[in-house]
Structures are given as structure tokens and as C-alpha cells.
């Protein structure tokens, strides 16, 4: 099946740092990428959804500016989380898809964010 | 609005059969998924489906009734690594996934 990374898989990181994430699909070309927040015990909620060459479709109440997203290329996206603070601690999930197959979407193995 | 009921936990023993229902109400509907989820892990692909029936895949089937807003997901000899939340999620007329919480499985020897 196709696969999907991300990196890092861990960071820790100090309050009001940013940190960004790289979601690539590596072996097709995902014109789509979603991202993803998780916290414990709860269910996915979407964030945004990324694609390539334009701008990202952010979901009610995340704010674009502290989520920024970049979908460069067909096999990269980014998720810059900037000033972060103890309360952005979270898993943090991309998923990408194939451009003309609607419904299957491809998960990453997710990013754990802890903010000190 | 959009809503995803399951039970939030299950427990069932080494060897057995469970059932895990999902009822759903979407705007619009292109396919049920289900997804496997360990503790820290991202989610894991198990079945789909678009059409009224059961998919069957190994130790795993899927049910889906749409006219009900419903679907399951039966795992038989069930074993250890089964302990998961397994996640119903049906995508909407925009072809996004709609999530719950999910169900989380304890397997007990």
C-alpha cells in the first residue's frame, strides 16, 4: 500500500517556540493532504485540509495563523505550529490521498507534540 | 449536523467473538471506514464499505446498512494485539471522514 511519513516522530518543545512537520507520501503524488490533531482519549478532529499549490482549507476554529500549513510539492506538506504553548500538546496525524481516488485516504504514523 | 455513536469501551476474552456497532448520521454519505488505532499510534486501514452488506477479511467482517445509519465491525478469534480503539468513521458528501471517539477493545486472556 502506499506509505506515508512524518517527521519527527517526538519533540519536545519550549513554550513559545515554533515547530514544523513534514508529512511526505513516498512512494505516489498526493495532490490532497489532510492534517490532523488527536488528544487523549479523543477522537481525530481535522485541522486542515493542504493542497499542493494552493492555499489550505482550515476547519472552524483553528486559527491559520498559528497552524501554518504548506503543501510545496506533490509528495511534501508542512505544519508549522508557531509560539507554541503547553495547551498545542497533542498527536498530531497527516493523512495524504491519491488524486483520483476520493476515498482512500493514507495516514502517517503521527507527530507527538509536548510543549514545556 | 453529523454525529457518530459507538460504545466507548468493550471487553471480551482470547479466542472470542465481539461486535462493535456504529450508528451514524452524515450530510450525504460515500462509505464507511473502519480504522484500528493503538495506544499512540496513528490509525490503520480495516475495511470499507460503500454497499449494504458485510465485507468479510480474515478475522474481521464489516456490516453496513445505510438505510439505518448503521454498521459493525466483527472480530472473531480474537487475540491480544486486538486490544485497540477501533474507529467508525463515514465519510460525508464531501468526501471527509467523520470521526468519533471510537471504541476502545480490551482483550482478557
Known amino acids: 500500500g502506499a506509505v506515508v511519513s512524518q517527521h519527527p516522530s517526538w519533540v519536545i518543545c519550549k513554550s513559545g517556540t515554533s515547530v514544523k512537520i513534514e508529512c511526505r507520501s513516498l512512494d505516489f503524488q498526493a495532490t490532497t493532504m489532510f492534517w490532523y490533531r488527536q488528544f487523549p482519549k479523543q477522537s481525530l478532529m481535522l485541522m486542515a485540509t493542504s493542497n499542493e499549490g494552493s492555499k489550505a482549507t482550515y476547519e472552524q476554529g483553528v486559527e491559520k495563523d498559528k497552524f501554518l500549513i504548506n503543501h510545496a510539492s506533490l509528495t511534501l506538506s508542512t505544519l508549522t505550529v508557531t509560539s507554541a504553548h503547553p495547551e498545542d500538546s497533542s498527536f498530531y496525524i497527516c493523512?495524504?490521498?491519491?488524486?483520483?481516488?476520493?476515498?482512500?485516504?493514507?495516514f502517517g504514523p503521527g507527530t507527538r507534540l509536548l510543549v514545556l | 449536523g453529523q454525529n457518530i455513536d459507538q460504545p466507548t469501551e468493550m471487553t471480551a476474552t482470547e479466542g472470542a467473538i465481539v461486535q462493535i456497532n456504529c450508528t451514524y448520521q452524515t450530510s450525504g454519505f460515500n462509505g464507511l471506514f473502519w480504522y484500528q488505532q493503538h495506544a499512540g499510534e496513528a490509525p490503520t486501514f480495516l475495511s470499507y464499505?460503500?454497499l449494504d452488506g458485510l465485507e468479510e477479511k480474515g478475522r474481521f467482517s464489516s456490516f453496513l446498512s445505510r438505510s439505518k445509519g448503521y454498521s459493525y465491525l466483527l472480530l472473531k478469534e480474537l487475540q491480544m494485539k486486538d486490544s485497540a480503539s477501533y474507529l467508525c468513521?463515514?465519510?460525508?458528501?464531501?468526501?471527509?471522514?467523520?470521526w468519533g471517539a471510537g471504541t476502545k477493545l480490551i482483550i482478557k486472556p
Open positions: 493523512s495524504a490521498r491519491f488524486p483520483r481516488d476520493l476515498e482512500t485516504q493514507y
Open positions: 464499505n460503500v
Open positions: 468513521a463515514p465519510m460525508d458528501s464531501n468526501y471527509q471522514l467523520i
